[in-house]
T-cell receptor
Framework: AQRVTQPEKLLSVFKGAPVELKCNYS??????LFWYVQYSRQRLQLLLR??SRESIKGFTADLNKGETSFHLKKPFAQEEDSAMYYC????????????FGQGTTLQVKP | KAGVTQTPRYLIKTRGQQVTLSCSPI?????VSWYQQTPGQGLQFLFE???????NKGNFPGRFSGRQFSNSRSEMNVSTLELGDSALYLC?????????????FGAGSRLTVL
């Protein structure tokens, strides 16, 4: 079965500390993975996709097919990074169907 | 460029009624996807439309339906409402077809069923 697992509901770190938001997936084909973010009182928005291999707002994510993981990392957390983060898997080609994880709330304390 | 617009933003219905939600995508976007968000189940895919054709459907009962118009605007309908249909319904658009998975979300329509 296709599935996305984010094991942590809440991750709390201090400003300046490294951050790693975990995401594991289950998919038999070649996965297309994304991280979406929702800041307080804002819309859900795309943060990054593994195909782009870019760094957005200091965040990076590497697809590890062997471990079926797509963890989101940032070396130094900022207070403005506090938000809900969702990992998502495109499960049916290019048809807008994403399977989302349950989300992890990142809380960055001053 | 205007974002994805969803109407109404909030609505309250009673069990057994039906509801229609509307979504206007970003200008030029031809793919529209719908998701249901609840605290218990999280974000779940409902269906996706491209060029007025439903290309994909999630695991929801037939009470949930949708359509897309020639101007790419989309509507979804839920008939015979149940308490469990209370949720935030999110619409997302994308350029399609190659970029159909890169979604721009609307603010959502929050449905409460009493």
């Amino acid at each position: 079965a296709q599935r996305v697992t984010q094991p942590e509901k809440l991750l709390s770190v201090f400003k300046g500390a490294p951050v790693e938001l975990k995401c594991n997936y289950s998919y038999s084909g070649s996965p297309e993975l994304f991280w979406y973010v929702q800041y307080s009182r804002q819309r859900l928005q795309l943060l990054l996709r593994h195909i782009s291999r870019e760094s957005i707002k200091g965040f990076t994510a590497d697809l590890n097919k062997g471990e079926t993981s797509f963890h989101l990392k940032k070396p130094f957390a900022q207070e403005e990074d506090s938000a809900m983060y969702y990992c998502a898997l495109a499960s049916s080609g290019n048809t807008g169907k994403l399977i989302f994880g349950q989300g992890t709330t990142l809380q960055v304390k001053p | 460029k205007a974002g994805v617009t969803q109407t109404p933003r909030y609505l309250i219905k009673t069990r057994g009624q039906q509801v229609t939600l509307s979504c206007s995508p970003i200008s030029g976007h031809r793919s529209v996807s719908w998701y249901q968000q609840t605290p218990g189940q999280g974000l779940q895919f409902l269906f996706e439309y491209f060029s007025e054709t439903q290309r994909n459907k999630g695991n929801f009962p037939g009470r949930f339906s949708g359509r897309q118009f020639s101007n790419s605007r989309s509507e979804m309908n839920v008939s015979t409402l149940e308490l469990g249909d209370s949720a935030l319904y999110l619409c997302a658009s994308s350029p399609g077809p190659a970029g159909a998975n890169v979604l721009t979300f609307g603010a959502g329509s929050r449905l409460t069923v009493l």
